[in-house]
């Protein structure tokens, strides 16, 4: 059974920095993409960043690209997302997803505030 644990959201200020963690169980973690998607208030979930498995090349949403960065340390099976100059508008629950097993997984999310 896959399990994704979502960690380290919180509230932070305009300009602030958090770094998301997401722990995977159940699945050959090296060889897997992982991504994280996040849902503002209100809005659709959508796609916040991606790392291969094996060559761990990066792909980034533009909203993303130059203030967050995804990595991964596989002898942990962690997959983070660090996170500078974080905006009003990055406020939205944070999401962990894999496709494993034949199957779309989900972590069950972590909340980001950002607000002054």
């Known amino acids: 059974q896959v399990q994704l644990v979502e960690s380290g959201g919180g509230l932070v200020q305009p300009g602030g920095s958090l770094r998301l963690s997401c722990v995977a169980s159940?699945?050959?973690?090296?060889?897997?993409?992982m991504a994280w998607y996040r849902q503002p208030p209100g809005k659709q979930r959508e796609w916040v960043a991606s790392?291969?498995?094996?060559?761990?090349?990066?792909m980034y949403s533009d909203s993303a690209k130059g203030r967050f960065t995804i990595s991964r340390d596989n002898a942990k099976n962690t997959v983070y997302l660090q996170m500078n100059g974080l905006k009003p508008e990055d406020t939205a629950v944070y999401y962990c997803y894999t496709v494993a097993n034949g199957r779309h997984s989900w972590g069950q999310g972590t909340q980001v505030t950002v607000s002054s």
């Open positions: 790392i291969d498995g094996g060559s761990s090349s990066t």
């Open positions: 159940g699945i050959i973690f090296p060889i897997r993409t």
